[in-house]
């Protein structure tokens, strides 16, 4: 008798292959058999007008702090995801010296937008070493399991202090070879990457840039060498990509011999360079490489409400004069003085936010219609605060007050600032479809306060699996395939992301009518009373984790079946 049999399912396996209907049987944590009608379990679930996925795997995420003290990694696991694989983008917590934790938390939180006073109140730092990190994670269950990368800038910080921190500072020959011996150390003790920042858009919260952006060829080369001498890892890479960028990073991997994946998006300020790095990774593929590119189901965008880190009026001596008062009695005050609520509008400054935003409104949107209904993340140009400003003679602020104060005040506006340079979605549509590009860019777990992304994975179900109105969408076997085996395979996670007999049993059943991302909103529950943008969703019945069930009807079952996995990825 098998474990768990689930009935007359819609079958999306993750191979790309056309869906089916079939009976999936599970015994343990892994599938047992597939097929028509299966025999007896001790669970059975009757799956008719139900799809049947693998688990999501979601490569980037920066749960490196939150999965050491919250076990039910929210707001990723209400999302279907069953592994999540973090320590991207060069910042993460070890290795790490006692005494110096505070500058890794600074740079967490410039980089990643995560509250310094949660970082520090909830991180135990019972590790020194990368390996000790991962012991410590070990011995924690959760609801999902997890995978840890080795960030660049904690190796410098740990090998060169002080002057690690500081790009522009050179290490020495000995001090290249200690940063190697501690990544080939991580690595062999099961750490799934080597991760680095090459971009300008991170600084630490003290205002000081990452300490990787500037690493030269020969920093590079030895901590490749190291990867090649530990036969483990892939290499991720966020960067601006400027002259000569992506011949350094190809370098690095030849040299290594390991797979390289590097977040690709578009950005205003070069809006065809995403173009020429995709040519990029198309090339080194042609050469024998594995280079994948890390994409987005919809636009990178902050999120602007009257809670959130950013909004219209953030900087305005009115606001800033309020910031004792708690959010329903600021948003009472809001309501009750017409006074104040002018003043926001009509008498605002010229400082650098006001300026910024004045633009940020040409290309900001209210999210969903104030009343329940389904939340468009590919919004027209003339959907804009601004241009529904102009067409009702009205000032951008006074109409961007006026939605932010619906819902009790807890409206908010999208402002998309990378993947809509052209006002649609038609280019990340193109990264989709691309065969060397898998999903990777929701962040979960980081800018708390700004963007709301680790709800991706159904996003790029509903949106390009059904409701796109503005273009063509993307078959469902693809999107799936994409999140799932796609991305297991990327970072040698060969045991799942595939509905196949001895396959882990991480496992989606969806109501696929009624999927959706529900508003996102903002909640105080992180360590000392943070405040983080959530997002829930509606649609799935169903989500396994290792066999066992985990999440039902949207609400944990307080199964914490979840375990660190370590990297086996051969030569």
């Known amino acids: 008798m098998h474990d768990l049999v689930i009935r007359n399912a819609t079958l999306i396996d993750g191979t790309g292959a056309p869906q089916r209907t079939a009976d999936v049987a599970v015994d343990g944590a892994l599938i047992a058999e597939i097929g028509g009608k299966l025999g007896p379990a001790r669970q059975e679930i009757d ?16 749960y490196d ?26 910042v993460g917590f070890a290795p790490v010296r006692q005494g110096t934790e505070k500058y890794l938390i600074n740079l967490m939180e410039g980089v990643e937008d995560i509250p310094e006073t949660a970082l520090a109140e909830g991180i135990d730092f019972r590790w020194q070493s990368f390996p000790e990190y991962m012991d410590a994670l070990a011995g924690m269950p959760r609801i999902m399991d997890i995978g840890a990368q080795v960030p660049h800038a904690a190796l410098r910080f740990f090998v060169m202090g002080e002057r690690g921190a500081d790009h522009a500072e050179t290490p ?3 001090e290249i070879d200690g940063m190697g011996r501690l990544l080939e150390e991580a690595l062999a003790a099961g750490a799934l990457g080597f991760t680095t920042s090459r971009t300008i858009k991170h600084k630490a919260a003290d205002g000081r840039f990452t300490p990787t952006l500037s690493a030269a060829e020969p920093e590079l080369a030895g901590l490749a060498r190291a990867m090649k001498r530990a036969g483990k890892g892939v290499l991720q890479v966020n960067s601006d ?28 300020n070069a809006p065809d360079l995403w173009r020429e790095t995709l040519d990029h990774i198309e090339r080194a593929n042609a050469l024998g490489l594995s280079v994948t590119g890390q994409v987005g189901s919809r636009p990178i965008g902050v999120l602007m409400g009257l809670e959130t880190t950013v909004h219209p009026f953030a900087s305005h001596p009115a606001w800033t004069a309020m910031a004792g008062l708690t959010p329903a009695d600021r948003y009472r005050r809001l309501v009750q003085d017409e006074h104040l609520r002018r003043s926001l509008w009509a008498d605002r400054g010229h400082d650098g936010h006001t300026k910024w935003m004045t633009r940020a409104l040409e290309r900001a949107f209210p999210l969903g219609d104030g009343n329940g209904g389904a939340l468009n993340y590919e919004p027209a140009p003339g959907e804009a605060i601004a241009a529904q400003a102009r067409a009702a003679g009205r000032d951008p602020f006074d109409l961007a007050l006026e ?5 009790d005040g807890k409206q908010l506006l999208l402002h998309p600032f990378e993947n809509y340079c052209d006002g649609n979605l038609d280019i990340v549509r193109t990264m989709l479809a691309h065969p060397n590009c898998v999903c990777g860019l929701a962040d979960a777990g980081a800018h708390v306060g700004l963007i709301c992304d680790s709800s991706s994975p159904t996003t790029l179900l509903t949106h390009w699996g059904r409701d796109r109105t503005r ?7 693809l999107l799936v395939k994409k999140q799932t085996f796609d991305t297991a395979r990327t970072y040698g996670l060969n045991d799942r992301g595939v509905i196949a007999s001895g396959k882990r049993a991480d496992l989606n059943l969806i109501d696929f009518d009624a999927l959706q991302v529900q ?3 903002v909640v105080y529950d992180l360590p000392a009373g943070g405040k983080r943008l959530i997002q829930r969703a509606n649609g799935y019945r169903h989500t396994f984790c290792a066999g066992v069930e985990t999440m039902r009807d949207g609400q944990s079952t307080g199964a914490l079946p979840g375990t660190l996995v370590r990297g086996n990825r051969p030569s």
Do not use: K
Request: with cysteine; proline share 7%; aromatic share 8%.
């Open 471 to 477: 273009g063509e969408g993307l078959p469902l076997e």
């Open 403 to 407: 939605v932010l104060m619906r819902r």
């Open 47 to 62: 799956a008719d007008g139900l799809l049947l996925t693998p688990g999501w795997v979601d490569i980037h995420t920066h």
């Open 172 to 174: 020495t020959e000995a």
């Open 65 to 90: 702090g939150q999965a050491t003290w919250d076990p039910y990694m929210t707001p990723s696991s209400w999302h279907g995801v069953t592994t999540a694989v973090f320590g991207n983008c060069g």
């Open 241 to 268: 990509f400027g002259a000569g960028d992506f011949a350094n990073l190809q370098a690095a991997a030849t040299l290594s011999g390991r797979p390289l994946s590097v977040l690709l998006l578009q950005v205003d």
């Open 519 to 521: 508003m996102p909103e």
